[in-house]
C-alpha cells in the first residue's frame, strides 16, 4: 500500500506562490503517472495536473495552465506542485494522487489509486 503525504500548504495573498511537495512510501512510485487534484468549499473534487512515470509528459487543467507546474524526482519519491500567480479561486485542499497507469493523459479519479491526505491552500484577496 503506497502512503502520500502532502505538505506546504498555506496562506498566501493573491498573486504569491506556494510549493506543494507530495514524498510517497513504496518501491512502484517511479513506474506510474502522479497527479494533482482540489477541492474547493462546496465543490466536488476536480483535476489539476498529472506527470507521465518519467518525468516527459505533463497534463493541466486549463484553469491553471501557465501558472501552475508539476515536477517529480524519482531518486527522492516526491512529486511537487509549483503554484505562481495565485488567485482566491485556487482556495481549496489539494491532494497528491498515484496513477494506475504510467502516462499523464488519464485524469479522471478511477485512474488514480491512492490518495494523500490532503493539504489546505488559502489564497487571499
Known amino acids: 500500500q503506497v502512503q502520500l503525504v502532502e505538505s506546504g500548504g498555506g496562506l498566501v495573498q493573491a498573486g504569491g506562490s506556494l510549493r506543494l511537495p507530495c514524498a510517497a512510501s513504496g518501491r512502484t512510485f517511479s513506474s506510474y503517472a502522479m497527479g494533482w487534484f482540489r477541492q474547493a468549499p462546496g465543490k466536488e473534487r476536480a483535476f489539476v495536473a498529472a506527470?507521465?512515470?518519467?518525468?516527459?509528459?505533463?497534463n493541466y487543467a486549463d484553469s491553471v495552465k501557465g501558472r501552475f507546474t508539476i515536477s517529480r524526482d524519482n531518486a527522492k519519491n516526491t512529486v511537487y506542485l509549483q503554484m505562481n500567480s495565485l488567485k482566491p479561486e485556487d482556495t481549496a485542499v489539494y491532494y497528491c494522487?498515484?496513477?494506475?497507469?504510467?502516462?499523464?493523459?488519464?485524469?479522471?479519479?478511477?485512474?488514480?489509486?491512492?490518495w494523500g491526505q490532503g493539504a489546505q491552500v488559502t489564497v487571499s484577496s
Open positions: 494522487a498515484k496513477g494506475q497507469y504510467s502516462t499523464s493523459w488519464h485524469i479522471q479519479e478511477p485512474d488514480f489509486g491512492s
Open positions: 506527470i507521465s512515470w518519467s518525468g516527459g509528459d505533463t
